[in-house]
């Protein structure tokens, strides 16, 4: 160790006699400088949840994975993105002790351009304390509402009116998970653990009614559903845990389910979703990619992907399988020609080219590491 110290000390001594021999050098200080706001263009935001300090929302350039900047809420934090891509909203949980004491819920306004705070306000303490899912913090269809999901563990949904800046009602949800903004109005369908689902109506001064419950629609035994689903058009489409798409329709009064499709009939080998955001939906080819997994077993739906399969939704038919890189999540632009994103196990973003056609194909174009502790949601603003 001393000799170590001694060598070291010396190669010091002697790069500082060089520096001071050196009289033609001109020391220039570094100006440091921020910018006011980010760099245009298209941005994927990265979801960092932490469970044992602040959470992390890292805005990356979609096209190159540029690091542009983060926004900093509390732990276990959830997040939803204005439809023009201007406004983050975030739920995060700020614990006095850890260990013990008070528990405080703050919504933070982002803005985007320029990542920093609009506004804050607490909400009900009760906000589940789970991974970053999108059915867990949303905006109603008029953007004027936001729906948060509390469980303790009592299940229930915080509206938020955004205009007043206060949480307008908290809507008792019992064995239902998620909120599921309508197409229109001030409705929302959340998935139930009986095997139902029900949508739930409130009004604007928080009064809301009973819920509507549709008949039983999946069997929680023989073939649960993830819990994260995606909307086209009126109807919500989940995937359930043995590869079935289900369709409900949730414009009325309740959900109906209006059909299944399954994925891997026909398909070699022992095929199944798995993940967490697995399926997203791309409208303008009207396309789906869910995650999957081979060699199946009980509790393997938490599997990362090997394999990303492209779904025609016209014809509900399996029209494309890519080699996957270990995703958990999936996020996909709205573009004429879609670029698929995924967030990997290994915390890292995914970028894939997808090519469109009778059958469609995906080739990973770049890969970031983040740097993340859990990536758990992204979400892009085109």
């Known amino acids: 160790m001393k000799a170590t110290y001694a060598v070291t000390l010396a190669s010091a001594v002697a790069a500082g006699q060089a520096m001071a021999q050196d009289s033609t050098a001109e020391f220039v200080p570094e100006t440091l400088t921020i910018e006011e706001t980010i760099s245009e263009g298209p941005n994927v935001f990265v979801m960092d949840q932490a469970w044992a300090g602040p959470s992390k929302v890292d805005v990356l350039g979609a096209d190159d994975f540029a690091v542009k900047g983060n926004m900093g809420p509390g732990t276990t934090a959830q997040m939803a993105l204005s439809k023009d891509g201007g406004t983050l909203y975030t739920t995060s949980v700020y614990m006095e002790r850890y260990t013990y004491g008070p528990v405080t819920v703050v919504m933070h306004e982002w803005d985007v351009p320029t990542l920093s705070v609009r506004r804050e306000f607490e909400i009900s303490n009760r906000l589940a304390h789970v991974e970053s899912q999108p059915a867990l913090l949303s905006l109603t269809a008029d953007e004027g509402y936001l729906l948060a999901q509390n469980a303790t563990p009592a299940t229930s949904i915080t509206v938020v009116d955004l205009a007043a800046g206060t949480q307008l009602a908290e809507i008792p949800t019992p064995g239902c998970w998620g909120a599921f903004p309508a197409v229109e109005g001030l409705k929302f369908t959340t998935i139930c653990g009986d095997g139902t689902l029900a949508s739930y109506s409130f009004a604007a001064d928080g009064s809301f009614g009973d819920p509507a419950k549709s008949e039983k629609i999946f069997d929680v035994d023989e073939d649960a559903l993830f819990t994260n689903g995606v909307r086209i058009g009126s109807e919500l489409v989940f995937v359930s845990f043995n590869g079935n798409l289900y369709f409900v329709d949730d414009s009325g009064e309740a959900p109906v389910l209006t059909g299944t499709a399954p994925l891997t ?57 890519s080699p996957a890189h270990h995703e958990n999540g999936l996020a996909v632009t709205q573009t004429e020609e879609p670029i698929l994103y995924g967030a990997t196990e290994e915390g890292n973003v995914v970028r894939y080219d997808v090519t469109m056609g009778d059958e469609v194909s995906l080739a990973m174009a770049e890969e970031f590491e983040t740097g993340a502790g859990f990536v758990t949601l992204l979400k892009l603003d085109r």
Do not use: C, Q
Not at 266 to 288: C, F, H, K, Q
Not at 292 to 306: I, R, V
């Open 265 to 321: 009939e026909g398909v070699l080998g022992r095929w199944a979703p798995s993940g967490s955001e697995l399926i997203a939906y791309n409208a303008p080819t009207d396309t789906a990619f869910v995650l999957m997994h081979s060699d199946t077993y009980d509790g393997s739906h938490k599997n990362p992907a090997t394999e990303i399969w492209s779904i025609d939704m016209e014809t509900k038919t399996v029209v494309g399988r």
